[in-house]
């Protein structure tokens, strides 16, 4: 196997990587803060993708309506996202936590049939937008320069994050809450405005990872399944709720995905599946985890 | 203490009744409802097998899996390859369809067991979904998206009525094998490990060879309901394996109440006719389930038997009280 190659295969891999630390990081933020699993994350990113795509298509702007559409229906999100954090979410954080991951089976189920009312079982899809048409040649294999744009929005991502929760006083507050959320409430922080904000953080970064992840790939039924699977074993890997953590799953599981693909292609998802349990067995609580008191 | 135990039998007695009740309406049941709806009973009975085999890690060690439907589709997949593939006996496939199940059971329990809470159900969800993975794509093998179809059972067991009262049997058979587990000195202990585990394993229990064995027996009633569906249904399709299908037996024990022994079953009929009535005008049934499903953990917290039980209880106590007043 020659070098170029396999360069080739690893930037394809980090590309992966990248989109996959977009949603994973909003799922892992959430559950960081709130202690919820979201499973309806996924569904949440094919939301997005679907509403960035009817308004790309309303919007009728060739060069730069795709990145104002995308913008536009992250927003939109973020108001899905106050509906469910407001009127469900908020109502159950005393209850078990099976009840919370079950409401979110729920709205899971919801947004899948909302999809299909709305826009039918079609694909969708989405030329990429300029100035990342090409193809960029690394070592005379073409690569989509749009892929650059993932692995660039994700880097932001990831700096803005750090930026969050290391720099800022929210920050603070984010990683006080996620420690200690009743010592952080007697200090006179309103804790439930604190949990809205982050699930809307949250959701907008989901509808921000399903716009873009129009042009990478197809806009169909069915992504959310896909896509939230695969941010299990980037959180269960990197350790649940963790920042570093969530870097850290993304960039494996998308190299494995990558190499599996080259190596096995039918089994390329079977391998994450594999090194996730490899990585519970040495350590239960993933790479950046802290042990469940 | 012993009065206690008199106690008990009595309401062993008073809940013996309904059970008969139950079971004598059910032997009745085919000769009453339309052929339709004995397609949905026998369904409705294999999916509460498949609930209450969930349960037995839910409700009684306390764990959420998120990937039993991977053992119910193994049961599935066993049977319908050695009866299509190698033509082998119905009764030895269906006892190799529990076997493969519990033997991946084994496996991935050896894993799953370390872990609790979240962590254990994110963990059997992946675990699930690999097993998935594997059978959709390995195209050769499984037959990969395409399923296996054309699986029979034998002789008189391809009527549909005859088939009904063979799950019956074997429902009732599983189920009280499955109450006495929960009730012997080993359902005892699994209780105390949900409670506290720390205590109990101070008393000298080893914690995870007990959630081992549970998980063992949970995956190989899980087969059985998905060995039994699969003849009947005469196909098998990699989706039995998927998340989607694990969620159901999720639904049904909150829906009933897993706080209960039979509230799964309960959970798994009302979703299953409520389903099938559903289809017959509108393929937007996930949307029903998903709004069911929140009403259900809003207003009937604890599931339904659950409620009616602390309503039954609530009576029972005014009652009390009513005659010691006067």
């Known amino acids: ?293 | 203490m012993v009065i206690n135990q008199t106690e008990q039998k009595e309401s062993m007695l008073k809940r013996g009744w309904w059970l008969i009740l139950l079971v004598a309406g059910a032997i009745i049941a085919p000769h009453v409802i339309s052929d339709f709806y004995l397609v949905i009973l026998i369904e409705a009975l294999i999916m509460s097998l498949f609930a209450l085999s969930f349960n037995l890690l839910f409700g009684y060690m306390g764990q959420l899996s998120f990937g039993q439907a991977a053992f119910y589709g193994l049961g599935g997949y066993t049977v319908a390859m050695l009866i299509t593939k190698v033509n082998f006996n119905f009764w030895l496939s269906l006892l190799a369809g529990v076997g493969v199940a519990g033997f991946v059971g084994l496996i991935v329990g050896f894993f799953c067991v370390r872990l609790r809470g979240i962590y254990f159900a994110v963990l059997t969800l992946a675990f699930g979904q690999l097993l998935f993975v594997i059978i959709y794509k390995w195209h050769d093998f499984t037959g990969g998206d395409d399923g296996i179809q054309g699986v029979f059972p034998p002789g008189i067991l391809k009527i549909p009525m005859a088939y009904y009262y063979f799950v019956l049997l074997i429902f009732i058979a599983s189920a009280f094998i499955l109450w006495r587990i929960v009730n012997s000195p080993f359902g005892h202990t699994l209780k105390a490990m949900r409670e506290n585990p720390e205590r109990t394993e101070f008393l000298g229990i080893h914690i995870a060879k007990y959630q081992l064995i549970t998980f063992v027996i949970a995956a190989a009633f899980a087969g059985l309901a998905g060995a039994l569906w699969v003849p009947f249904y005469r196909s098998v399709a990699p989706f039995y394996l998927m998340w989607i299908k694990s969620g159901e037996p999720v639904m049904a024990a909150i829906l009933g109440g897993a706080s209960t022994f039979f509230g799964p079953v309960l959970g798994m009929f009302i979703m299953t006719f409520i389903h099938a009535y559903i289809l017959g005008f509108t393929h937007f049934w996930p949307i029903i389930m998903g709004t069911i499903i929140l009403i259900i953990i809003f207003a009937l917290p604890g599931g339904i038997l659950e409620f009616a039980k602390v309503k039954i209880k609530e009576r029972q106590e005014r009652m009390k009280s009513a005659k010691g007043s006067s």
Request: hydrophobic share 60%.
């Open chain 1, 1 to 293: 196997m020659s070098f170029d190659v396999l360069f080739n295969q690893f930037m394809s891999g980090i590309a992966r990587a990248s989109l996959l630390f977009l949603v994973a990081s909003g799922l892992s933020l959430t559950f960081g803060v709130l202690r919820v699993l979201n499973f309806a994350h996924g569904s949440l990113y094919m939301l997005g993708a679907f509403i960035t795509y009817t308004i790309w298509k309303g919007l009728l702007i060739p060069t730069f309506g795709f990145y104002l559409a995308t913008f536009l229906a992250s927003l939109v999100m973020g108001g899905i996202g106050i509906i469910i954090e407001f009127f469900l979410l908020r109502r159950l954080y005393a209850r078990g936590w099976p009840e919370q991951l079950l409401a979110t089976y729920a709205i899971v189920l919801i947004i899948t049939d909302l999809v299909k009312f709305g826009w039918g079982g079609e694909f969708l899809s989405i030329p990429r937008p300029a100035p990342f048409r090409g193809a960029v040649f690394l070592f005379g294999f073409p690569f989509p320069s749009y892929n650059f744009f993932i692995i660039l929005l994700g880097l932001a991502l990831v700096i803005f994050l750090w930026w969050l929760v290391y720099r800022t006083r929210i920050g603070d507050i984010i990683r006080a809450a996620a420690h200690d959320r009743e010592m952080v409430s007697a200090l006179g922080i309103p804790i439930p405005w604190l949990f809205t904000w982050i699930f809307v953080l949250g959701a907008m970064i989901a509808g921000l990872s399903g716009g873009v992840a129009g042009p990478y790939g197809a806009i169909a039924l069915g992504m959310d399944i896909e896509i939230i699977v695969e941010c299990f074993a980037v959180v269960v890997i990197g350790g649940m709720g963790s920042l570093p953590g969530t870097l850290l799953g993304s960039f494996i599981v998308g190299q494995v995905y990558a190499f599996g693909i080259m190596f096995k292609p039918e089994l390329a998802l079977a391998f994450i599946f594999m090194v996730m349990a490899a990585v519970l067995i040495i350590r239960p609580w993933g790479f950046f985890g802290r042990p469940e008191r």
